[in-house]
């Protein structure tokens, strides 16, 4: 994780990370103000609240109560050597926990996060450098020797060594201006490795690695970022900003628009007539619909990108709108070379697909048999390692019947009822088995396992859309009971793809022509690694084909500007909003955020506000009490907000009864509301309700971003990837 410090006023500090600000002060006696806690009281406290965390997260996964649980820590130190501490940790427990329980709690303390580090003893490497901001030094394990040479390990699947790729994909990132920063390793059981790496400027870039090996899990996460930078991913639903939207190009230099016919007609010129009988069956999908989030100039028409067509070599222009509303991160890769990368692409959306067939169909796979399973004793080790925890463990062909190249392992727990079925794909059965196992466990400690549904009998709640979707994102989805079966629909296949990457490709497009399906290609290069994406309509997309008529993404157009501008608004624009969000139905527990895709700090005002909460302050801003004081008895209902929030539409609400009771007067209440409430809150509220406070908690901002720290890092890292572009076609582009 990156800090960065700043000087404030005598020897006050700023430390800034991910959307936290901390300041440190050091005591009078020292020369400082006394202002804040000193930065070794911080480190103190670390200690001491990693180990708390810990208790709580084993009580919560128990449901043992943490009321009555208090801890304590402190440092003894060493007389003859102030460096030499001892931190002594003391827990209190309730008397009806149980011996386990106690024993339990002293364990989850010695997995402390700042304790090991501490025990472990960190290194550090001070230098100097010209510019903080500038050096893109990728903060990643060393290149190892040799890598240059390509010498190093080879893996099934790859074109080079794994040294030289990560080498290579480092390399690629730093040039582009990104410190790519290791956040967390994950190695819970024998050959399964995964860690979650990110840019240090802007977190919300980051992805998840996954692998047999740290080099490999390493190797994943980097050629995911890639990827996904590739492919525009980590600012799919976001606004770009004004300076972008008006650039001469605003995705990809090769870029075309084209305006909507009229009566807002489909254009000419945009996908052709296999995938407007796919994406438009019922003639409803008009020009406005594709208008793109990212930029939302509607006056410039719709901003399509160039696939090649897979079938014939003709190029087929595809909106962005319709990319990312419908196909998320399906079908994307990045590989050595440009074949790796395909194989790579087509395996993840068999993947997807046949994971989303099994499920909705209530397919029964064949189990895996011992014997097959022999031949790979690092995945035999690593299931039989869930197993000695408690884990039962189901490893399924879920090629159906030799058809595609799909893996299952499937994990039960006992403790909760929940289950989990992990799929992998690659025309290797080893490497699907491999990434079966790894996805398995990506990211997940052993009680991460206990957060997974409990199957069911219901086929609705297994079948609704929405199911496969959470299945996609982070696996929460729900899966039948039927799936436990032991009479298979489909015989055991002792399948077998593989080939050179070349070979792969040709046999997976292979796949999809017996199908009848077409591909359509869209390949990358400019950051020095072939990347490609590939969309196969009518079988790869994530979200159903009518979103784009009825839930589409750029219905942030209808509301983003106003939204920012809320402070600017009169009276008039005001109700005409409220009049529209109340039409639109949308969920009213929707957040800002992803209503009108900017980011802002989760830990404000802004970042939890949602639809609900905005129509209720709008309606204090117009004096409408009757309709505010409804929305603040369902949002004290309904929302899980701060405390501090919370107790302000409680206070809110008493106001308002008072206010529109007749029989009652504020004045007689006013002291005792500024003694429950507090004065500095019940001014607000007061002011809130009588309208000369419009808005409260919510910053003043605007269509330039101003203040929105979390969004304009994100921009950045864009501005960044912009820019590279443009220097590459020779065309203007947004400073770096």
Known sequence: MEIKV???????????????????????????????????????????????????????????????????????????????????IQVELPEDISDKDRQGILRSIDRCTVKKVVQEGPDFDVEVVENIDEDAQALLMGVPKGAERGEGTWIEGKDLPLEQTIANMSGMLAELGMKIEIASWRNIVPHVWSLHIRDAASPMCFTNGKGATKESALCSALGEFIERLSCNFFYNDQFFGEAIADAEFVHYPDEKWFQPGPDDALPEGILDAHTREIYDPEGELRGSHLVDTNSGRADRGIVSLPFVRHSDGETVYFPSNLIENLYLSNGMSAGNTLAEAKVQCLSEIFERAVKKQIIEQELVLPDVPEEVLARYPEIVEGIAALEAQGFPVLVKDASLGGQFPVMCVTLMNPRTGGVFASFGAHPSFHVALERSLTELLQGRSFEGLNDFPAPTFNSLAVTEPNNFVEHFIDSSGVISWRFFSDSADFDFCDWDFSGSNAQEAEALFGILDEMELEAYVMIHEDLGAPVCRILVPGFSEVYPVEDLVWDNTNMALDYREEILNLHRLDDDQLADLLERLEESQLDEHMTIISLIGIEFDENTEWGQLTILELKLLIGLALGRHEEALERVEMFLQFNDNTVERNLFYQAVQAVLEIVLDDELDLDDFRRNLGRMFGEATIEAVIGSVQGSVRFHGLTPTGMDLAGLEKHQRLIESYRKLHAHRAARAGMAGTRP
Not at 61 to 77: C, M
Request: proline share 6%; with cysteine.
């Open 6 to 88: 700043n000087y404030l006023d005598n020897l006050r500090l700023e430390a800034k990370f991910d959307d936290f600000t901390v300041i440190s002060d050091q005591p009078i006696r020292y020369k400082g103000d006394g202002s804040a806690p000193g930065p070794f009281d911080y480190f103190l406290a670390s200690s001491a609240m990693c180990a708390a965390y810990f208790v709580k997260v084993y009580c919560n996964a128990r449901d043992i109560p943490t009321e009555n649980i208090r801890l304590s820590q402190n440092n003894i130190v060493d007389p003859e050597n102030r460096y030499k501490q001892v931190f002594k």
